[in-house]
């Protein structure tokens, strides 16, 4: 039985915007359906389809990172043997504005929290899932460690002995 989860889009919106202009200008300005019209129409098509997310296969400890195009999966399976641990961590984005009339300048910022796959020093990480709620992003990985049988687990990297000498 495979798991899956849909992480988003490929591209934000603005680019799907321009991927469904670009479709729609091509295909009511075709006079003749030729290879180059052709292209535009599949690329406007790859735009506003594109999508990424993970699938789990549980029983052999597999997974895919792909990317979905046209409705077909593109990705490489390999093991989450090496990756034992779930934990959510908390990131903030902020996305800046500034007029390009005026020195007004407007900040945009967002919190979500994320659920990653982890391995034992806690280095190397794979991103399951993304919410924008505290609460649901614990309620999935609880569900997601069930389902998989991994550790849920509170971020803390290994630190090496250089670097607690320089903090000191």
Known sequence: ?????????????????????????????????????????????????????????????????YYQILWVNFGLWKSYHDFPFIAVLKSTEIRRHQSMYSAVETADRKVFYDIFLMDKSHR??????????????????????????LEFTVYRPVISARTRRRRR
């Open 124 to 149: 190397k990480k794979i991103l399951i899932k993304r919410f924008k709620e505290e609460g649901d992003a614990n309620l999935q990985s609880q569900q997601i460690c069930k389902e998989l049988g």
């Open 1 to 65: 039985m495979k798991i899956n989860y849909l992480r988003g889009k490929l591209l934000g919106n603005y680019q799907e915007f321009i991927g469904f202009g670009v479709f729609l200008m091509v295909f009511t300005e075709i006079g003749g359906l030729n290879f180059f019209s052709s292209l535009w129409i599949i690329l406007g098509l790859v735009i506003i389809t594109g999508k990424d997310g993970i699938e789990f296969e549980p029983k052999a400890q597999f997974l895919k990172e």
